[in-house]
């Protein structure tokens, strides 16, 4: 029987340290503290860890592949979010003549970074391990839609809590004192960030926004119909709906128009990503734009540099987002 390959993981249990310490004493990063060094530098000898000579000649651009690693969740193939980042690293991997190899995850299998020269993560949810993982071997890579405050990665993000605060501050502006919102999966950062952005601008307005106005959503269509149902449902229903997605914001309109509801007479809708289709439902709709294919074409281009030996300066990116007025939402009644 063969001998089981020791693992960074292996060196980070040992020494008591996260994955991340050990890359970082690996690359010689001064900033471990003295302690933390020697118990890792013990773990290294004691196990005969030998880093991954590959992964680390890959990142100096071997290799001519881009991975593109996206969490799975309900209807990505569905999604304008995964579709977007899909769109904006094929169109630099083309731009660059580079291949791009695509991997939906769940965050529990470890990625093989051996064919790749750099990995664009698409969100970080649930598998920040492989993130810490692929900088420990040294492999380039770049977060998106994700701002990360606690590893050495690079990031482009749109603001989420400015983009829930605007959504907010639009309705509160055609007098909406009634306001619902279905949020994204909250466990993700930019499902937590939007519904934070919307209530922190409420209460700035001294808005109530009452439990029963929060409906938990996943950015599936699915969970936009059950929340909207609960919606027409309520006894005091609301006047206007922050979703925080434009696929969802399309499937609420759907159900309050089967309800013989008017938007945005009886009720507005505001949405969050700037979805083309939503220029031809029913009622064009009003949205929070995200750059999502600038976002993704982007991050490509610097893990090209990267590659190609041309850059080395860490980037950390917020980007604002910008309101898209159009039809779905008006003054509230009465």
């Known amino acids: 029987m063969s001998k089981k390959r020791i693992s960074i993981n292996d060196v980070a249990k040992r020494a008591g340290v996260s994955i991340t310490t050990v890359s970082r004493v690996i690359n ?41 690693v996206i969490p799975g969740y309900p209807g990505i193939f569905h999604s304008f979010y995964a579709i977007e980042v899909i769109r904006g690293v094929g169109h630099s991997c083309e731009t660059f003549q580079m291949d791009m190899i695509f991997h939906i995850t769940n965050g529990l299998n470890p990625l093989n970074t051996s064919h790749v020269g750099g990995i664009v993560f698409a969100d970080v949810i649930e598998n920040r391990k492989q993130v810490e993982i692929a900088l420990a071997n040294g492999t380039p890579c770049f977060v998106v839609n994700h701002k990360v405050e606690d590893m050495d990665v690079n990031y482009i993000a749109v603001d989420n809590v400015l983009g829930g ?117 029913s009622v064009a709709l009003t949205t929070v734009k995200q750059p999502l294919f600038e976002m993704a074409k982007d991050a490509v281009r610097y893990l090209y540099d990267i590659m190609k030996g041309k850059q080395d300066i860490p980037q950390k990116i917020i980007l604002k987002p910008e309101l898209v007025v159009r039809d779905s939402c008006g003054p509230a009644r009465g």
């Open 28 to 68: 010689n990063v001064p900033t471990v503290s003295k302690k933390n060094r020697i118990r890792v530098e013990e773990a290294i000898a004691h196990l005969n860890f030998q880093p991954d000579v590959t992964a680390q000649r890959l990142a100096s651009g071997v290799k001519n592949s881009i991975g593109l």
């Open 165 to 281: 605060e605007i959504a907010g501050d639009y309705l509160v502006g055609f007098g909406h004192k009634k306001i619902a919102t279905i949020t994204g999966d909250i466990n993700t950062q930019s499902g937590f960030q939007r519904l934070h952005g919307l209530t922190r601008i409420l209460k700035k307005k001294q808005i109530p926004l009452p439990e029963d106005h929060i409906l938990k959503g996943d950015y599936s269509r699915r969970s936009a119909r059950e929340a909207a149902e609960k919606i027409v449902a309520l006894s005091d229903r609301p006047t206007a709906v922050f979703a925080a997605s434009d696929d969802m914001a399309l499937e609420s309109i759907a159900v309050f128009l089967e309800h013989g509801l008017k938007v945005p007479e009886d009720i507005s809708v505001i949405g969050f990503d700037d979805n083309p289709i939503c220029l031809y439902g």
